[in-house]
């Protein structure tokens, strides 16, 4: 919880917050064309890839080190374990206590940050220009060399835990983690990052140091620098900070995604709210399928393009059912989820649940009209260089190119490839890869008063 | 690993007023009607963030009738002489721009960030609505139900944020910054098209709103553009004044919410002044020595050395139109209580009015202060909310511009002053969460 996050209350608040996440998945999905990004790209001898996009204009870099060790790369039996030992990062080095890495690099106003995401761990940090030094002094250290001392190995997991129970009190935190369950079972995709607690609780430090050791390695990471820095720079620094470590074999993980239901399943969760918190959907697409696009722009009319989507339009402004909707497929490594979300009062959600069920079957059954795929278009082509204009989203978007192996031609090809798309590829996809008969529906609500009707 | 750099001990001034000197001004003009334009040119990237700012919040609602202004904010996409409803929204995700709008105290934003060729149409639809908002009857009643679902969800079904919101209610006796932005439930079922209609009619005009832009465009040339499209906009003579003070607090005063809750949850705030006294920049430091990041006291006291919250932190935000709280929240961490989290934090409060912070301390949070100031120039959108934030309080878009160098004269004296002057117990209100135990989910009684 920020503090300004506190505080305001807009039209689009808690769905612009939701967007954020659904948009930075696809973020790579909208660059700016060659020409408006130049990156310079190579890959030191052991194995470390390094990105930079020079911009002089202030006197400040962000670097991001992404590592392919997210919550995906969890041992079996060992759920979260990724997510503890990006978080104990920053924690502790074998020459820095916890307090002594904030003050360093709060000392010069700038942040470092670490944790897990579900194909990757990510060291992020932010400094003046001039301490750029000491951030990559840091980063390496944290990245490097976490000592996993037992009382921040204690501190650390006791936060997990707490924030996992603290979960319980946030529908939409309880709705994702049965949803995930339901639909990924034991897959660890169906997982928020913290894990499971009990699994948590039995962590030694043989297990976060085992994991550091095998997944933290520079054939597997990639650095990104993205503001005041030359290429000649971010060179030397990344040899001085990272030239000296060892590459090593990673070893490959993968689970078994699990098939769809053969009918569509509800859960009921009760509780004391006034509003039905609702999570529709099923497993969906990985971000190397050659759909990817036409699916992008299926979702965008769909239910993710904000205030304009199908399911906006009818769910929240023609019946004023709900602040928030939107559909989003999260394409990962593995085929990721495909999830419809939305909250409405307890009494109406089986007339919600209803709307969608006609939205996505009406999206399968009828052609979307010229003038909506022309606007999904126009939105996905014109919007990139918003998503480029600052330099730690331009971080994340060179992380995000290179872990989802998209490759910097990437840029030259997006437009071709959005606009390549036809109204007939829209239903196909939406044929194909929508399931309205074997979904995953959960309703986190007051039951007695939702009282819902069976799929 | 050897630590092979020493942070430097200089503060960042130097660097910090080449980059002022670098950037671009920030022109302030006010046309014949009122209405102010703050223009700041910057060329790094092809965006623009054009925003519109009125001086209209729940600040300026009366009792029976809160929420009011943020529904005027949703009613303001339904369609004004010249788009029909949702048009607004999508013109803008045509031309692959975002746009949001929020309400909060002191005022109503509207933003658009986009591409600088699409600035007419920006100038266009914002000036449409601000002078012929539609107000269809037939949209009003949906988008109130969409509004009631925008308060279940932030507030009813979230005990944390029911807590800040009793907090405030108690904290605020006479001022209206005791009312929730989003209203309370009844009030929402019973506010009206004509009481969102009038409201419109009160505040929405070029005398009480300014225009911000900050991008890529050309100054001279936005500015006729401006001048051409709302000029011709009436000034209002009707403004009504606030003139409600709040009376001094005179002893602490307790919230207990007691709700099926995982956690205590802690939130307490003091009375402090705005921008407009010299006492705000030893607030803003000593905000920033307890708050800001994980070497601040706070999170060193709360979550690592007696690790008894989760999470927890504050803020204080001088640019309120009038004065608001310095506040603290905790999240109790499992097997600890409210009580000795409370305890720490006066412990914290108590340490800081008695004797100065240390130097290193006071140099980090007016080195933090100044980075951010740098980095907050990364982004047209944050630099054009921090102006039309300033502007529309009252504080001026100087005071954004100068903030840094200003807090670079703060003393540790100054800052012990605030601490032993605000943060005292007489001065505080307290709301505590307390969990009970949930009973069986039963239908209940909504908001009343």
């Known amino acids: ?455 | 690993m050897t630590r092979r750099f020493t942070p430097f001990l200089a503060t960042l001034s130097v660097l910090v007023s080449a980059a002022i000197l670098h950037a671009e001004p920030v022109r302030i003009h006010t046309l014949d009607n009122g209405l102010t334009v703050i223009l700041k040119e910057e060329h790094k990237a092809p965006v623009v963030s054009f925003q519109v700012w009125y001086g209209v919040g729940s600040r300026n609602e009366v009792t029976g009738k809160t929420g009011l202004t943020h529904l005027l904010e949703h009613l303001m996409f339904k369609g004004s002489e010249h788009y029909d409803k949702g048009e607004f929204s999508r013109i803008v995700a045509r031309y692959g721009g975002t746009e949001n709008a929020f309400t909060y105290r002191d005022y109503t934003a509207y933003f658009t960030n986009w591409a600088p060729q699409h600035l007419p149409l920006s100038l266009a639809m914002e000036a449409d609505r601000m002078a012929n908002l539609t107000l269809d009857p037939e949209e009003f009643t949906p988008e109130l139900e969409v509004v009631r679902e925008e308060r279940r969800l932030r507030i009813d079904d979230n005990p944390i944020y029911a807590t800040i919101e009793q907090m405030y209610a108690a904290a605020y006796m006479a001022h209206p910054y005791g009312q929730p932005v989003i209203g309370w439930m009844n009030d929402l079922k019973h506010l009206t098209r004509d009481d969102a209609y009038r409201h419109y009619l009160a505040y929405y005009a070029p005398n009480n709103a300014t225009i911000v832009a900050v991008g890529d465009f050309d100054s001279a040339d936005l500015l006729r553009r401006i001048r051409e499209t709302f000029g011709p906009i009436p000034r209002s003579n009707a403004i009504p004044p606030l003139t409600v003070r709040e009376p001094p607090q005179e002893g602490e005063r307790r919230i207990i919410l007691r709700r099926p809750a995982q956690l205590p949850f802690v939130f307490l705030g003091y009375h402090t002044p705005n921008w407009a006294s010299e006492d705000s920049l030893p607030l803003v430091v000593l905000a920033n020595i307890l708050f800001e990041g994980k070497s601040s006291r706070m999170f060193q006291r709360l979550m690592y050395r007696d690790q008894i919250a989760v999470d927890g932190g504050g803020e204080y935000d001088p640019l309120t139109t009038d004065p608001e709280l310095f506040y603290f929240y905790a999240i109790v961490a499992p097997d600890h209580s409210a009580d000795e989290v409370e305890a720490a934090i006066y412990e914290e409060v108590e340490r800081l009015a008695s004797e100065p912070p240390e130097e290193r301390e006071l140099t980090r949070a007016k080195n933090q202060i100044e980075a951010d100031f740098l980095m907050n120039q990364d982004s047209v959108y944050t630099q054009a909310m921090q102006l039309g934030h300033a502007a529309t309080v009252g504080a001026g878009p100087d005071y954004v511009t100068t903030f840094p160098e200003r807090v670079r004269k703060v003393t540790g004296e100054d800052v012990m002053r605030v601490a032993k002057a605000y943060l005292t117990a007489d001065n505080r209100t307290v709301a505590v969460l307390t969990p009970k135990m949930a009973e069986p989910a039963t239908p209940g009684k909504e908001g009343e």
């Open chain 1, 1 to 455: 919880m920020t503090a300004r996050a506190i505080r305001r209350h807009g039209r689009l608040g808690e769905l612009g917050a939701a967007l954020g996440v659904a948009l930075l998945i696809l973020s790579a999905a909208r660059p700016a064309p060659a020409a408006d990004l130049h990156v310079h790209r190579e890959t030191l001898d052991n194995g470390l890839v390094i990105q930079v996009v020079e911009r002089p204009a202030l006197p400040i870099v962000s670097v991001e080190l992404a590592v392919r060790a997210g919550t995906r790369h969890d041992p079996l039996g060992k759920a979260g374990l990724a997510n503890m030992v990006a978080a104990l990062l920053t924690e502790g080095t074998e020459s820095r206590t916890a307090p002594q890495i904030a003050e360093e690099i709060e000392f010069v106003g700038g942040t470092i940050g670490s944790g897990a995401r579900r194909d990757y761990a990510l060291v992020a940090v932010s400094v003046l220009s001039r301490d750029l030094n000491l951030a990559l002094d840091l980063l390496a250290d944290v990245a490097r060399h976490p000592a996993f001392r037992t009382e921040d190995v204690e501190r650390v997991r006791s936060g997990i835990l707490a924030t996992v129970q603290a979960d319980q009190d946030r529908p939409g935190r309880v709705s994702s983690k049965a949803f995930g369950e339901a639909v990924y079972g034991d897959h660890p995709y169906g997982r928020l990052e913290e894990g499971i607690p009990e699994q948590v609780r039995a962590f030694t430090r043989d297990d976060l140091e085992r994991f550091h050791r095998l997944f933290y390695r520079p054939n597997n990471a990639v650095l990104s620098f993205v503001g005041d820095v030359t290429p000649r720079q971010a060179r030397k620094l990344a040899r001085k900070m990272f030239g000296d470590w060892e590459p090593d074999e990673v070893p490959q993980v993968r689970y078994a995604v699990p098939e769809p239901p053969e009918h569509t399943r509800l859960i009921k969760i009760d509780r004391h709210i006034t509003q039905a918190n609702v999570v529709m959907g099923h497993v969906g697409v990985a971000r190397g399928n050659p759909d990817f696009y036409p699916l992008m722009i299926m979702n965008y009319i769909l239910g993710g393009g904000g205030l304009t989507s199908r399911l906006a339009d009818d769910v929240r402004d023609r019946q004023g059912l709900a602040y928030s909707i939107y559909s989003d497929f999260e394409a990962l490594e593995e085929p990721g989820p495909f999830q419809i979300r939305f909250q409405t009062r307890n009494a109406s959600a089986n007339q919600a649940i209803k709307s969608v069920m006609e939205e996505v079957r009406r999206i399968r059954e009828e052609p979307v009209s010229e003038t909506e795929l022309s606007e999904a278009k126009s939105y996905l082509a014109g919007s990139f260089p918003l998503r480029l204009d600052t330099n730690g989203k331009t971080a994340s978007l060179l992380t995000f190119i290179d872990i989802y192996g998209l490759g910097l031609n990437y840029f030259a090809d997006y437009l071709d490839r959005v606009n390549a798309v036809t109204v007939e590829d829209v239903q196909r996809v939406a044929r194909q890869y929508l399931h309205p008969d074997h979904m995953v529906w959960v309703v986190v609500a007051n039951q007695q008063e939702a009282d819902l009707r069976d799929p």
